[in-house]
């Protein structure tokens, strides 16, 4: 009599266990994006991180036209 209980009792539990499709996973953002995010907020220093990431991409610009210069010299 009470086997028949447990195999249901078992069945709920496993079915229980599934997973749904409100806890789908979302994407995860990249540094630069949360940064980017942090940037645009009230919050003390957030200006600085803004500052950092444009001094980033100049530092970056700069870069790419350097390694386009020497690239350029060696043809």
């Known amino acids: 009599m009470k086997s028949p209980w447990i195999g ?7 079915a229980g266990c599934g997973k749904s499709n409100a806890q789908a996973k979302k994407p995860e953002l990249t540094e630069r994006q949360r940064d980017s995010i942090l ?10 991180v803004g500052s950092a990431l444009k001094a980033s991409d100049k530092a ?3 870069a790419a036209g ?6 350029s010299l060696s043809q």
């Open 8 to 14: 249901a009792l078992a069945l709920i539990l496993l």
């Open 39 to 48: 940037a645009t907020e009230p919050l003390p220093g957030a200006s600085v």
């Open 66 to 71: 350097m390694n386009a210069a020497v690239d």
């Open 60 to 62: 970056a610009s700069n």
